[in-house]
């Protein structure tokens, strides 16, 4: 039967972590909301919304609240007692301390206790935190970080339930300026996910620990920039990935050529990352060898200051629950549209359509495909450079040719946030 969340105020689904290793989690709905940034601009803007020093170290707050939420039906057990009220609190800080004219250090550290009126054992403290090191060396630029994130979030869009999930991880990215149009580069992302469900009772959320896992992505390549704002670039990515527990053991590894394409002007940004994905399984695994490309494609048109839409694309894999179907392969496409409603106020809406299909591990396993449909959208105001206030929802169905599969749920956001979004802080 059709599984329902229904939220009246909150940031349900989007409670995906928003971070550098994104391979680790599903992708939610909604696409790019903004060109990435370079190291240096990153840094650049990050430091002036830094205005507090505590002797040689620049401090900036982080502070707000998010997923203030009315929550209906969201465990799907017969003990369930119907509707409650959640809230997340947030309050923290991130240094900036420079060693040298070239090496700059961040810390942060954000505990965020994570409220529920009826469901008291679900009430947690997350504490996340990290180091990053960015060295903006003559010709070498370094960017290296180790973080740890715990929040509340979905996990998995085949149980969307809200869990207390842990994920470790350590980046490692470089990048050399040999000549005017030569870069090679290096990356390494290390990734390790962990449910904390002990002191939850939904069977469904123990079920999510068994997705538990480390991954590894190893990049290496060379960017070619033949004109100013345009780049291409090859190498190679190996991937390794590595379970936990033995009864839903997906574990696999592969090499795989990657082709980066990116357009950068003011009017036009395109962005492609694919990757041509040739995956196998490592002993005792039951992972279905794959083949295919994976990754995600971005156009971005300006026609004035004020609008700007975006047309985008993303296929990834996701780890499956089921002892059916070891994976599933995720494939979306999006169009975003955002304007300006005054100097303040900004408005975004987006739908998506695509699909979720399943490969099976033994034969005879039904054939199963997840049709998807996404729509939303946000109204954020700018109270000050730094203080702001959003307003979000989000709506997904999954229509299963599996009877009794289909999925759906909805979710309205309000966030309060000083320096920049609470979500998805880490390093």
């Given at each position: ?309 975006w047309l985008y694309a993303n296929r ?49 396993a039904p054939e199963r495909t997840d ?57």
């Amino acid at each position: 039967m059709r599984f329902e969340v229904r939220v009246c105020i909150g940031i349900l689904f989007l409670l995906a972590c928003r971070a550098k290793s994104q391979y680790l989690l599903f992708t939610p709905p909604g696409g790019p909301e903004s060109r990435p940034e370079s190291i240096e601009d990153r840094l650049d803007r990050e430091m002036r919304q830094a205005p507090h020093h505590l002797g040689p170290v620049r401090i900036a707050p982080l502070i707000g609240f998010r997923d203030v939420a009315y929550v209906n039906d969201l465990f799907s057990t017969n003990t369930n007692t119907g509707g409650d009220v959640t809230a997340t609190f947030g309050a923290g800080a991130r240094g900036y301390l420079h060693t040298g004219s070239k090496v700059t250090w961040i810390g942060q550290v954000l505990p965020e206790y994570v409220w529920w009126n009826e469901r008291t054992e679900s009430r947690r403290l997350n504490v996340s935190g990290g180091l990053e090191m960015i060295a903006l060396l003559n010709r070498l630029t370094i960017d290296a970080a180790a973080s740890r994130v715990e929040q509340q979030k979905i996990v998995t869009p085949e149980v969307p339930e809200l869990v207390h999930s842990a994920v470790d991880l350590g980046r490692l990215d470089t990048e050399l300026k040999l000549t005017t149009k030569l870069r090679p580069f290096v990356s390494a992302h290390w990734a390790r996910q962990k449910g904390l469900v002990d002191d939850l009772q939904d069977p469904a959320a123990q079920q999510i620990a068994l997705l538990d896992r480390e991954e590894l992505k190893v990049r290496a390549g060379v960017r070619w920039y033949p004109r100013t704002a345009f780049s291409i670039g090859v190498g190679a990515e190996r991937t390794e990935v590595d379970f936990d527990r033995a009864e839903l053991d997906s574990s696999n590894a592969g090499t795989a050529p990657v082709l980066e394409l990116t357009l950068d002007r003011p009017h036009i940004y395109f962005h492609a990352d694919l990757t041509a994905r040739s995956l196998t399984a490592t002993t005792g695994s039951r992972f279905v060898d794959y083949d295919g490309v994976t990754g995600s494609v971005a156009l971005n048109l300006v026609p004035r200051s004020s609008f700007q839409s975006w047309l985008y694309a993303n296929r990834e894999i996701i780890y499956s629950l089921s002892p059916d179907y070891p994976y599933l392969q995720d494939t979306r496409v999006g169009l975003a549209l955002g304007t300006a409603l005054g100097a303040r106020v900004f408005f975004r809406a987006y739908v998506e359509t695509g699909d979720n299909e399943y490969t099976a591990f033994s034969p005879t396993a039904p054939e199963r495909t997840d049709d998807l449909t996404a729509f939303g959208g946000s109204l954020r105001f700018v109270i000050t450079e730094t203080l702001a206030l959003t307003l979000q929802a989000t709506r997904l169905e999954l229509d299963s040719n599996v009877p009794g599969a289909d999925n759906s749920y909805t979710s309205g956001g309000l966030a309060l946030s000083l320096r920049g979004n609470l979500v998805g802080q880490n390093l």
